[in-house]
């Protein structure tokens, strides 16, 4: 079991929302779509993109440029970013600030994060326009880019078990030993196989290569494992590890795909047992209750997949540490892992859907979380 320690701009653990609405509009609300000009974001504009607008701004506002970047791998079409300053005010019209005009909502101070869908420039200032509505200085958000990692699809099942590595390290020859001039290196989330085990000094140490030994801490282990009793026999299954932090897809016996994830901290642990999934939405809010020291608010979480009362599986665009606890009972997945999951698991939702709830003639996939 490992945890990871927030870093960087990511200032709280990651979260999880403890109730599930699917929208009204869920049949007909748009997914995400890789044709915006507005990926993850660094900064730098695409030549095919509107120009940031230059001006001072009337009332109304002018349509605001996308915020956009040149990301080669798209892991979501849209850009994030943490809101740095909170509580924070967010305006139908930049210009309202300084006039004094009510805001049109306010962000309680808290972990928050929000999707944004263009920016202006106002009185020598920009200005991001947030698709909750509202524009924020840009100089209160920091635009973050999230995750590109992916697991692995499991074209045959595998003959030895196989592993993420956690952080960049050196083999040793033996177990229990250090690395020297034969030690070869990986870097986080390269893939190994794992041919035997053995115990130095109560740490398990894995031989991944000949004469190239890695300590347990170092890596997430995925091995075959049967069936659940409860599953049926051909039906799909997603086992979550919570020791390991691992998370793969089965059907039947046969595993077709394995990845990392990132479960409940200690204070808010992943709940266990077997259950089924009974909603999923491909795109919406999560948030904490106001007021609370722990709140958090974001914005447009994709690909959820709802097990237990709050608790799903889904996208995560605000860190980048699977392989570690990190959230507050959900289970976290890099976004490319969570669309394939839930293009994968039933119930299926249409193309374009916003989401759909299982019924008994369209069962959802089974969730197996154990330690």
């Known amino acids: 079991m490992r945890w990871l320690f927030p870093i960087m701009i990511v200032s709280v653990a990651a979260v999880c929302a403890f ?6 509009s869920a049949a007909s609300a748009a997914a995400p779509s890789v044709g915006m000009c507005d990926p993850e974001g660094t900064g ?5 993109c509107p ?19 040149n990301t080669v791998k798209r892991a979501l079409p849209f850009t994030y970013a943490y809101v740095m300053t909170s509580p924070v005010a967010l305006y139908a019209n930049p210009a309202d600030a300084d006039n004094g ?23 020598g200032q920009t200005w991001y326009l947030t698709d909750g509505g509202g524009y924020l200085p840009a100089s209160f958000a920091a635009i973050y880019r999230p995750s590109t990692f992916q697991g692995i699809a499991v074209s045959s099942q595998p003959e030895f078990p196989f592993a993420w590595v956690l952080k960049s390290i050196k083999t040793s020859s033996k177990p229990g030993g250090q690395p020297d001039a034969s030690s070869v290196s990986f870097k986080r989330y390269d893939v190994v196989n ?32 049967p069936p659940p009793s409860g599953v049926g026999s051909g039906e799909k299954w997603i086992e979550v590890n919570l020791f390991e932090q ?6 039947g016996d046969r595993m077709v795909y394995a990845t990392l994830g990132s479960t409940g901290l200690p204070r808010w642990a992943t709940v ?100």
Request: a negative charge; glycine letters at 10%.
């Open 19 to 24: 109730a599930v609405t699917l929208p009204a």
């Open 246 to 251: 691992t998370v793969a897809a089965y059907e």
């Open 272 to 371: 266990q047992g077997l259950y089924r999934i009974y909603a999923k939405v491909t795109l919406g809010p999560m948030s904490g209750q106001e007021g609370k020291p722990d709140y958090y608010s974001l914005e447009d979480v994709p690909w959820a997949m709802y097990f237990y009362q709050g608790y799903s599986l889904h996208g995560t665009y605000w860190h980048d540490g699977f392989g570690y606890q990190h959230s507050h009972g959900c289970v976290n997945l890099a976004p490319l892992d969570a669309k394939w999951l839930f293009d994968w698991a039933t119930p299926a939702v249409a193309q374009g859907g916003g989401g759909k709830l299982a019924t008994p003639a369209d069962l959802g996939t089974w969730v197996w979380v154990h330690d």
């Open 51 to 69: 120009k940031v607008l230059e001006q001072n701004l009337p009332a109304p506002t002018p349509a605001p440029a996308p915020v956009v970047s």
């Open 194 to 225: 794992i041919y035997e085990s053995s115990v130095e000094n109560g740490q398990v140490w894995y031989r991944v290569g000949d004469n190239q030994w890695l300590v347990q801490t170092a890596v997430a282990k995925v091995q075959v494992a």
């Open 44 to 48: 730098n504009w695409n030549s095919a």
């Open 101 to 123: 005009v009510v805001p049109v909502r306010t962000l309680d101070h808290g972990y928050l994060w929000v999707r944004l869908a263009g920016q202006v420039a106002y009185n």
